[in-house]
């Protein structure tokens, strides 16, 4: 036996070229989910609009197959098919090899979204196939890879032509490899709203997008030459908007910067942040530079007219940002991301430019513009005075029960305080909440049942939100605080648990009351779903149980239909209307056991998407909600 704990030089394994990719595919993508998947239409999209920020690309097109591939296509230069220093092809070397491209140093690229030269290998690396022509020099060259593994034979150390053209471009065909993938269906919502953020971002651009599956051909073309300011507009479309939207764009430091924004009448703030076209959604130093820089304008504009008195303490930051949306883009020669997945700009020199130009610009808007100018800062006192009175009241909220959360009687705790190894679920209603206490694991799964629906935040001012018995209860559990503005204590090195599981009926009601809780974690504490701590459990619908053979827990009305179709012989079925139905050991097997239970992660890719969908599902209009949460409760991911 003791040669198999042998620890020698065989025992190092070295990944070579796109094998790295194969093993770790969330390093690269940051999941193999319908995110992950979505992600690599993004990676070449993105190398796309490169080519438009240099100047040579005015259209790009999109389309999802009939066989499940997706092909991008533009018409920039084309990526050059010369022969590299290295004695094969400067394609071949783009597609097989990490770090490889023309992001490195600004010859060919002054600003670009694809930052690592990792795109269109990493795409390569986790596709079954991808099939490449590049239109340059009067030629179509083509290449095509086997789960990025070249299968045509170069010619002379060059790719074959195989005809002649006028044209340029470049045309990338690619089918996802499903055995990295939990599902290889495109979600067509979600590439189409990227799409169309991109060509927000990209006023000259135009990007067609065209879905030949399922029998029928949609075809959209996004053309938006208002740019951002369209954007905004877009974002706000729903809402009671209180002027027109300011915009705003100059340069410093060799960085371009951008920005619209739009004041409307709610009790929350959107503002976000792009860099060379890519979202970042959990922000960093380009919006800290806007935020600062605008709050301080502000509170000066204040004290000139005489809204803050001598006496007067400043305004807040995030009084001052109630009821705004803004959309901050810039365009940076050397961006620096904490991550892979660009989620988060770290440059310090961005903060600098955009705090210049966003100090002259507003100041140049509003001296000219008193009236949009009032028109904001009476946001700001409405908000300041809402505040003054919830400090009283949160105070009490915070201090008294911080350390006495358990005994407020609904929180069944769980032993365990490691909160890596936590989670808590959120249960509907009593009876639910009985059963999952006893079935529960009590070394680290803990229970709070809530007493039915929570209040609607999409529509409530905070003194409301803050003052709902079923929410402070579960800001208490958290640990972490509350954010989005008033106070911003929120904390997540602070969270309890690494789980936060919403376990509500899977029927109509238990979807609105998933809803009404993820727009209260989107609200105020985004950073929960951003960083990937919010799930929603999928109970089954029915058990099957046959004459012979092994029950079956039955998940959707589709494991139904699969169920008749593969099944012979009788069968009884039970149909679950909620967890209360479900005995202690039913609900350990289904929805607690994390072995066999199905998970939901809650994620969020692009920020019109966010925007729209929290709109959407706490809106008043009933029908898009139904459909949305119909069509996406499938969307399901085994959490093992």
Same mark, same amino acid.
């Given at each position: 036996m003791a040669g198999n704990n042998t620890y020698d030089a065989g025992s190092i394994a070295v990944l070579e070229g796109l094998e790295a990719v194969r093993k770790r595919p969330g390093m690269y993508i940051g999941s193999v989910s319908t995110k992950g998947l979505n992600h +690599? &239409?993004?990676? &070449?999209?993105?190398?796309?609009?490169?080519?438009? +920020?240099?100047? /040579?690309?005015?259209? &790009? !097109?999109?389309?999802?197959?009939?066989?499940?591939?997706?092909? %991008?296509?533009?018409?920039?230069?084309?990526?050059?098919?010369?022969?590299? !220093?290295?004695? %094969?092809?400067?394609?071949?070397?783009?597609?097989? *090899?990490?770090?490889?491209?023309?992001? /490195?140093?600004?010859?060919?690229?002054? *600003?670009?979204?694809?930052?690592?030269?990792?795109?269109?290998?990493?795409?390569?690396?986790?596709s079954t196939y991808m099939d490449v022509k590049i239109s340059r020099d009067g030629f179509v060259h083509h290449d095509r890879y086997e789960r990025g593994i070249p299968v045509i034979e170069l010619e002379d150390g060059l790719l074959p032509k195989i005809g002649k053209t006028r044209k340029t471009g470049t045309t990338v065909n690619f089918l996802p490899d499903d055995t990295i993938f939990e599902k290889t269906k495109f979600k067509a919502e979600e590439v189409k709203s990227r799409l169309h953020e991109t060509a927000y971002l990209n006023p000259n651009l135009t990007i067609v997008f065209d879905d030949k599956r399922d029998g029928s051909v949609e075809h959209i073309v996004y053309h938006e030459p208002e740019g951002i300011i369209g954007f905004i507009q877009d974002l706000n479309r729903k809402k009671e908007v209180l002027h027109d939207p300011v915009y705003f764009k100059g340069e410093a430091d060799g960085i371009e910067v951008e920005v619209t924004l739009q004041y409307v009448n709610e009790f929350h703030e959107n503002v976000l942040g792009f860099c060379n076209n890519i979202y970042n959604a959990e922000g960093g130093t380009h919006l800290t530079g806007f935020k600062t820089t605008f709050t301080t304008v502000m509170n000066q504009y204040a004290r000139e007219i005489g809204i803050l008195k001598e006496k007067d303490a400043n305004f807040t930051g995030a009084d001052i940002r109630n009821g705004m949306t803004a959309i901050v883009s810039i365009k940076h020669p050397d961006p620096r991301f904490e991550g892979q997945t660009k989620t988060k700009l770290d440059n310090p020199d961005a903060a600098k430019a955009v705090s210049k130009v966003t100090g002259e610009e507003i100041v140049r808007f509003f001296d000219r513009n008193l009236d949009t100018l009032k028109t904001v800062l009476s946001s700001a006192e409405k908000a300041a005075k809402i505040r003054k009175t919830e400090e009283k009241a949160k105070t009490n909220l915070l201090t008294k029960q911080k350390y006495s959360f358990d005994s407020n009687g609904k929180l069944a705790n769980c032993e365990s305080r490691d909160p890596k190894k936590c989670e808590i679920f959120i249960v509907e209603g009593d009876s639910a909440g009985g059963s999952a206490k006893t079935a529960r694991n009590r070394n680290y799964q803990a229970i709070l049942p809530i007493r039915g629906k929570i209040l609607n935040v999409e529509k409530a001012s905070i003194d409301k939100v803050l003052a709902n018995a079923e929410i402070k209860t579960m800001i208490n559990a958290y640990g972490c605080g509350f954010s989005e503005g008033y106070g911003n204590d929120f904390d997540i090195t602070k969270l309890r648990y690494d789980k936060i599981i919403i376990m509500a009926d899977a029927d109509v009601d238990g979807a609105h009351i998933s809803t009404l809780l993820l727009t209260l974690f989107y609200r105020f504490m985004p950073e929960l779903i951003f960083e990937g701590h919010v799930y929603i459990a999928m109970p089954p619908l029915y058990k099957a149980m046959p004459k012979s053979g092994e029950e079956e827990y039955l998940y959707d009305d589709k494991a139904l239909e699969r169920y008749r179709k593969t099944h012979t012989g009788p069968f009884t079925l039970q149909r679950y209307k909620g967890l209360g139905e479900m005995d202690a050991e039913q609900l350990w097997e289904t929805t607690l056991d994390p072995e066999r239970r199905m998970l939901k992660r809650v994620e969020i890719e692009d920020a019109r998407m966010a925007s729209s969908v929290t709109e959407m599902l706490m809106g008043t209009e009933v029908p898009p909600r139904r459909n949305f949460i119909y069509e996406n409760a499938t969307e399901a991911e085994l959490d093992i």
């Open positions: +690599l &239409i993004y990676e &070449i999209v993105d190398n796309a609009v490169d080519e438009h +920020l240099a100047g /040579f690309c005015s259209e &790009i !097109q999109v389309t999802l197959e009939k066989d499940g591939s997706a092909t %991008v296509s533009d018409n920039g230069r084309g990526v050059p098919v010369d022969m590299h !220093q290295k004695g %094969v092809s400067a394609a071949r070397l783009v597609y097989t *090899t990490l770090h490889a491209g023309g992001k /490195f140093d600004d010859s060919a690229y002054k *600003t670009s979204g694809g930052l690592h030269g990792v795109g269109s290998s990493v795409v390569n690396a986790l």
